[in-house]
Nanobody
Framework: QVQLVESGGGWVQVGGSLRLSCAAS????????MGWYRQASGDQRELVAS???????VYTDSVKGRFIISRDNPKNTVYLQVNSLKPEDTSVYYC????????WGKGILVNVSS
């Protein structure tokens, strides 16, 4: 069973930065893609950024230029560097891995305060 564990979230002031980590229990090279999603209270879960096995990245428009997704295959970890944080970035952030099915982490809270 694949397990994904997020870490690195927390409380941060507007304009601040965090690095979110998603550690997988298996080789991330086996996944077609991995991504970060977020869900604010009362909203639907949305894609924030994704990265394919070959390193192709996709970002939602609202985070372009501020967030960076990367992967470290030997560490089986995917990162999301979040910079210039805004109050509207406050959400629970989830890691997702795609192979024959989808695997999700339990999520981690990022709270941006002004």
């Amino acid at each position: 069973q694949v397990q994904l564990v997020e870490s690195g979230g927390g409380w941060v002031q507007v304009g601040g930065s965090l690095r979110l980590s998603c550690a997988a229990s298996t080789s991330i090279s086996s996944f077609n893609a991995m991504g970060w999603y977020r869900q604010a209270s009362g909203d639907q879960r949305e894609l924030v950024a994704s990265i394919t096995r070959i390193g192709t990245t996709v970002y939602t428009d609202s985070v372009k230029g501020r967030f960076i997704i990367s992967r470290d295959n030997p560490k089986n970890t995917v990162y999301l560097q979040v910079n210039s944080l805004k109050p509207e970035d406050t959400s629970v952030y989830y890691c997702k891995a795609e192979r024959y099915g989808d695997y999700w982490g339990k999520g981690i809270l990022v709270n941006v305060s002004s």
